[in-house]
């Protein structure tokens, strides 16, 4: 199995990418049905380095679409986020019209139950029907930095098959081996991740620095294909839980596969990455963060700057919220509430999944 690595000067040059493992026709054949994979997590558009850039996955269509296949891209964005705010926000709002390609909804497609043999963390799973139908999927991540699993690529990407709420059970049943199960089930035929922008830092995979890499990377195995992207970030692939666990259950290899084009270290980049989490580091600042709310105001005029609060593995940057909500519904235990106009965390409660940070829209929640 084989992974390409190319400079890129934009979306045009996955052409090249493909043609180094032997052109579109190897992954896709006339009269099959693709489904592309776009990352389209949050509103946000693909210059932050969040989501995947429409141009490319249009070029990625453009070329499926040559070998006589019929192709739609499929998304179901972060939980709670809409997919008809995240669509046009991402640059997705017209993709139809202006690339000839289908944008499904995967929240408002039909939900097919799933069994998943020999699955660690989740046995069983809701997939968007439109996954399940198509002959090959083209999987399509950003390379950027998540807050829980160090890195996002394409194994992490699969989370988005799963539609609406059903997606926070993953991170309930172990987010790192419940990825590795549903890339058991879900196959990825060909791996094109975008890292003409991508993200670092620990705010990542929605609040993080945008870093222009303009690399393409394409392979036919996920793992292979996300064990080469974090090498070009600076990471070690045995050192990430999930990549590490996909190969050990058999899905690929971390090294020792053949690398064509530009090559990793022609093109890598040390990225900012965010720490693993300590679940054993737990301290409530509920109480202060009452006194905070009671008292924000007056405070801020005397100090200049609101306080961050702590709460067990979560921090909260109080000057940043804007009182959303937002990362009351995106927890999966119900540990989030509202005081006032600040959220507060139940850090007994918390199980570190970081799903409420990656669903902030301002920014205002990271690892502690
Ligand atoms: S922390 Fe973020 S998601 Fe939660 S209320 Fe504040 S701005 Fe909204
Ligand atoms: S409060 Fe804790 S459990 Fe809830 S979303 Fe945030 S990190 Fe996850």
Redesign the pocket.
């Given at each position: 199995m084989t992974v390409a690595v190319i400079r890129a000067e934009g979306p045009q040059d996955v052409r090249r990418a493909v043609e180094l493992l032997g052109g579109m026709g190897r992954f896709v054949s006339p009269g099959e049905k693709v489904l592309v994979k776009p990352n389209i997590c949050a509103a946000k558009a693909s210059e932050t380095g969040a989501v995947t850039d429409p141009e490319l996955v249009a070029e990625v269509c453009r070329l499926a679409a040559a070998q006589g296949a019929e192709v739609a891209v499929g998304e179901s964005p972060i939980h709670p986020f809409r997919s008809s705010r995240v669509f046009p926000r991402a640059g997705y709002g017209d993709f139809r019209e202006r690339y000839g390609f289908p944008l499904l909804d995967l929240d408002a497609a039909e939900r097919v139950e799933i069994r998943i043999p020999g699955g660690v963390a989740v046995k069983e799973e809701v997939v968007a029907k439109p996954v399940l139908e198509c002959d090959a999927l083209i999987n399509m991540p950003v390379m950027k930095t998540h807050l829980q699993t160090v890195v996002s690529l394409g194994l992490k990407n699969l989370k988005g098959v799963v539609p609406t709420r059903d997606k926070l059970i993953i991170h309930l049943r172990g987010l790192d081996q419940g990825i590795v199960d549903l890339n058991t089930v879900i196959r990825s035929r060909l791996i094109v991740v975008d890292g003409l922008v991508g993200m670092e830092g620990a705010l990542g995979p929605t609040n993080g620095r945008p870093v222009r890499l303009g690399v393409i990377v394409a392979g036919d195995n996920v793992v292979e294909v996300d064990a080469a992207c974090a090498r070009i970030m600076g990471a070690d692939p045995r050192e990430i839980a999930h990549i590490r666990l996909a190969a050990e259950r058999g899905l690929g290899r971390l090294q020792g596969f053949e690398v064509l084009g530009d090559g990793i270290e022609a093109v890598r980049r040390e990225f900012e990455l965010p720490a693993r989490p300590d679940l054993n580091r737990m301290m409530i600042s509920g109480f202060l963060l009452r006194m905070y709310d009671l008292l924000r105001r007056p405070l801020d005029r005397i100090t200049g700057r609101a306080p961050s609060f702590r709460f067990g593995e979560v921090r909260?940057d109080a000057g940043?919220?804007?009182?959303?909500?937002?990362?009351v519904k995106a927890c999966p235990v119900e540990a989030v509430s509202m005081r006032g106009e600040l959220?507060e965390i139940d850090a007994a409660t918390c199980i570190a999944c970081f799903c409420?940070a990656e669903?902030?829209?301002?920014g205002?929640?990271s690892r502690a």
């Amino acid at each position: 199995m084989t992974v390409a690595v190319i400079r890129a000067e934009g979306p045009q040059d996955v052409r090249r990418a493909v043609e180094l493992l032997g052109g579109m026709g190897r992954f896709v054949s006339p009269g099959e049905k693709v489904l592309v994979k776009p990352n389209i997590c949050a509103a946000k558009a693909s210059e932050t380095g969040a989501v995947t850039d429409p141009e490319l996955v249009a070029e990625v269509c453009r070329l499926a679409a040559a070998q006589g296949a019929e192709v739609a891209v499929g998304e179901s964005p972060i939980h709670p986020f809409r997919s008809s705010r995240v669509f046009p926000r991402a640059g997705y709002g017209d993709f139809r019209e202006r690339y000839g390609f289908p944008l499904l909804d995967l929240d408002a497609a039909e939900r097919v139950e799933i069994r998943i043999p020999g699955g660690v963390a989740v046995k069983e799973e809701v997939v968007a029907k439109p996954v399940l139908e198509c002959d090959a999927l083209i999987n399509m991540p950003v390379m950027k930095t998540h807050l829980q699993t160090v890195v996002s690529l394409g194994l992490k990407n699969l989370k988005g098959v799963v539609p609406t709420r059903d997606k926070l059970i993953i991170h309930l049943r172990g987010l790192d081996q419940g990825i590795v199960d549903l890339n058991t089930v879900i196959r990825s035929r060909l791996i094109v991740v975008d890292g003409l922008v991508g993200m670092e830092g620990a705010l990542g995979p929605t609040n993080g620095r945008p870093v222009r890499l303009g690399v393409i990377v394409a392979g036919d195995n996920v793992v292979e294909v996300d064990a080469a992207c974090a090498r070009i970030m600076g990471a070690d692939p045995r050192e990430i839980a999930h990549i590490r666990l996909a190969a050990e259950r058999g899905l690929g290899r971390l090294q020792g596969f053949e690398v064509l084009g530009d090559g990793i270290e022609a093109v890598r980049r040390e990225f900012e990455l965010p720490a693993r989490p300590d679940l054993n580091r737990m301290m409530i600042s509920g109480f202060l963060l009452r006194m905070y709310d009671l008292l924000r105001r007056p405070l801020d005029r005397i100090t200049g700057r609101a306080p961050s609060f702590r709460f067990g593995e979560v921090r909260l940057d109080a000057g940043k919220c804007d009182g959303c909500r937002i990362c009351v519904k995106a927890c999966p235990v119900e540990a989030v509430s509202m005081r006032g106009e600040l959220p507060e965390i139940d850090a007994a409660t918390c199980i570190a999944c970081f799903c409420c940070a990656e669903a902030c829209p301002q920014g205002a929640l990271s690892r502690a």
